[in-house]
């Protein structure tokens, strides 16, 4: 039986359209073997980084072409 693992991904981006993230400030968690271990450690990141409204993170699973909404989804 396959099994995905999640990923929380993101870091700082140079403006609010978020496709160009800023070198360096990339950011990977993970990998979690539940889709709920991976939206607690994404609640905490973003939560750290609330003030910040350049930040961004997402959940990825593999296997899946596209990040998948994060649950109750924040700004940062």
């Given at each position: 039986m396959h099994?995905?693992?999640f990923w929380v991904v993101g870091g700082k981006y140079?403006?609010?359209s978020f496709a160009d993230l800023i070198p360096g400030s990339e950011s990977?968690?993970?990998p979690?073997?539940?889709r709920r271990d991976?939206?607690?450690a994404w609640r905490k990141v973003s939560e750290r980084h609330r003030s910040q409204c350049l930040a961004r993170f997402v959940i990825a699973a593999e296997g899946?072409?596209?990040p998948l909404p994060a649950a109750g989804?924040?700004?940062a």
């Open positions: 099994h995905d693992r140079r403006d609010m990977l968690f993970g979690f073997r539940t991976a939206e607690d899946h072409a596209r989804h924040f700004a």
